[in-house]
């Protein structure tokens, strides 16, 4: 039997839609925008794809991870402490000890970079963490690509144990030591990305299963070679102006802005209309109010270099709704040569499975000038294992 500690933090994710980039100290800006919880939906896409095998749950009461444990069937668990109304960063402190008290053997939390600090202060490398996806951005490694690859290594390590256990009859799961790390989100909100290292957590991995770290290049390569992109996708918008291209975060698309004389909000979603500014650090509401009437659209987007997050990570603005309007075969991915060669998964986590699915098992990434290339795409087919596949 298995011990795992299991919390959700009910806020996470919860300014990602409404182009907040993040929730830590603006949550009542992000409710008043609209905002709603996410978390649990994830946390509960991954429990209900969990064997029901040997696993003891123990968590917290409520939000925290009852109601997500008792939703989905489960009653294998115990309820070790009880969080207050409002949950907070000190709830998720006193929860960690509480398991650490009741030796489980994996931390599997529903969050984001923020959580995953906080239990990687508490925790240290005394114990494997595994986090679901609900964050905004989630640079650490410490993080499943998607919530039924989460499920997947729970499951893989309930059937095999950890690496090298004797008499397993199985490799097992290997125990890597991978990076937790969380961003300046005031910095982030004004343009900058500002990432602090805290440390080496312990954390399960298997290839295809879990995100690696952010990783930015900045070499003279990279620079000429996200010109021939820019160059590339200015001429595709210059000769269609009359549909609206929405563009992503990150250097490239803003390569691509620049090409128009247009400042692009670095961390955020801008859009152009008959090569004019037609928006700018767009949310989840401005980009639906621009695609009313049947508006044709496209989105330009880069991948995260090395993490290889198409759609699912500092993307949330680009919700379900606004992706189903735009059509899957309207995504235009560019990335450099560089990014696309050191990032060895590319995988898209929209928050609903069969949208990401339709996408296929291959992407199509502009690389350069009239130069494109396809990866294959990382896509979970259940919760044992993800469908990978290299052209």
């Known amino acids: 039997m298995i011990r795992v500690g299991f919390l959700i933090n009910p806020i996470a994710g919860m300014g990602g839609t409404v182009g907040l980039k993040g929730t830590d100290g603006v949550l009542a800006e992000a409710l008043r925008r609209g905002a709603v919880p996410g978390a649990a939906k994830r946390a509960k896409t991954a429990l209900s794809l969990i064997d029901g095998g040997p696993v003891h749950f123990f968590t917290c009461s409520g939000a925290m991870g009852e109601d997500a444990l008792r939703e989905t069937g489960i009653t294998s668990f115990t309820v070790v402490y009880r969080g207050s109304e409002m949950t907070s960063e000190q709830d998720t402190r006193v929860a960690c000890r509480a398991f650490i008290e009741n030796n489980v053997e994996l931390v599997l939390f529903c969050g984001g970079d923020g959580t995953a600090r906080v ?32 499920a997947g290594l729970v499951n893989a390590i309930t059937r095999d144990g950890w690496s090298g256990r004797p008499g397993s009859g199985h490799t097992g799961v290997l125990l890597r030591d991978t990076e937790v790390v969380d961003v300046d989100e005031d910095a982030y909100r004004n343009g900058e990305l500002r990432t602090r290292l805290f440390g080496f957590a312990k954390s399960p991995g298997l290839p295809g299963f879990v995100q690696g770290t952010k990783q930015v290049w900045e070499e003279r390569e990279e620079e000429r070679a996200k010109d021939d992109i820019a ?16 563009l992503g975060p990150g250097t490239t698309t803003s390569a691509v802005m620049q090409k128009f004389g247009v400042e692009k909000t670095l961390l ?124």
Request: charged content about 25%; overall charge neutral; aromatic content about 6%.
């Open 268 to 391: 955020g979603f801008d859009a152009l209309k008959d090569c004019r500014p037609a928006g700018r650090d767009l949310n989840e509401k401005d980009m639906l109010a621009l695609l009313e009437r049947g508006q044709k659209a496209r989105l330009v987007i880069s991948i995260i270099g090395a993490q290889g997050s198409v759609l699912g990570r500092g993307t949330q603005q680009v919700s379900p709704d606004v992706l189903k309007r735009i059509g899957v075969e309207n995504v235009i991915v560019v990335a450099t040569p560089h990014k696309v060669r050191e990032t060895p998964l590319i995988f898209i986590d929209t928050g609903d499975t069969a949208l990401d699915r339709s996408f296929g098992n291959y992407i199509r990434i502009i690389t350069g000038y009239h130069i494109a290339q396809r990866k294959g795409l990382g896509l979970p087919s259940g919760p044992e294992r993800p469908e990978m596949t290299d052209p």
């Open 231 to 246: 160059r590339f996708v200015y001429e595709i918008i210059s000769a269609t102006p009359e549909i609206l291209y929405i």
């Open 119 to 150: 239990i990687y202060e508490e925790a240290g490398d005394r114990l494997p963490v595994l986090g679901i996806p609900a964050g905004v951005k989630m640079y650490s490694a410490v993080f499943a690509v998607t919530p039924a690859a989460a």
